[in-house]
Nanobody, 127 residues
Framework: VQLQASGGGLVQAGGSLIVSCSTS?????????IGWFRQAPGKEREGVSCIRIDDGSTWYSDSVKGRFTIFEDNAKNAVDLQMKNLNVDDTATYYC????????????????????WGQGTLVTVSS
C-alpha cells in the first residue's frame, strides 16, 4: 500500500494547519496503525504521532504533545494530523506510514517497521 500525505503549506508562527494521510486501503484491516513522521532540513526523520486503527489510542512525541491531534477521518478514508500553535521548529516535510502497532514509533530504529511511505508534504512555519 502507498500512503499519500497532503495538506502542507506556509503558515505563520502561532497558526494552525491540518495535514492528511490517505489511501484507498487505509482501513482495509491490513494495517493496525498509522504514524506521522517529519524530517526537518539537516535532521533525521522523527516520529511525531501515531494512532491505532482498532481502538483509536494515540501517541505523541513530547515536542508536539498538547499542540497536535491525530484522528481518523472515515469520510475521507484518511488519518489527519491537526497542528495548532505551530512554531518555526515544526518546519519539516511530514510523512505518514503504516505498521501493525504504534509501538515501533517509540523505539530507536522502529521506523523500519513502518511501510507504505509516500511523498511527504512540506510544512513551513514563518516567524
Amino acid at each position: 500500500v502507498q500512503l499519500q500525505a497532503s495538506g502542507g503549506g506556509l503558515v505563520q508562527a502561532g497558526g494552525s494547519l491540518i495535514v492528511s494521510c490517505s489511501t484507498s486501503e487505509l482501513f482495509s484491516g491490513d494495517y493496525g496503525a498509522i504514524g506521522w513522521f517529519r524530517q526537518a532540513p539537516g535532521k533525521e526523520r522523527e516520529g511525531v504521532s501515531c494512532i491505532r486503527i482498532d481502538d483509536g489510542s494515540t501517541w505523541y512525541s513530547d515536542s508536539v504533545k498538547g499542540r497536535f491531534t491525530i484522528f481518523e477521518d472515515n469520510a475521507k478514508n484518511a488519518v489527519d494530523l491537526q497542528m495548532k500553535n505551530l512554531n518555526v521548529d515544526d518546519t519539516a516535510t511530514y510523512y505518514c506510514a503504516a505498521s501493525l502497532t504504534c509501538g515501533p514509533i517509540t523505539r530507536p530504529g522502529g521506523q523500519g517497521l513502518f511501510g507504505g511511505w509516500g511523498q511527504g508534504t512540506l510544512v513551513t512555519v514563518s516567524s
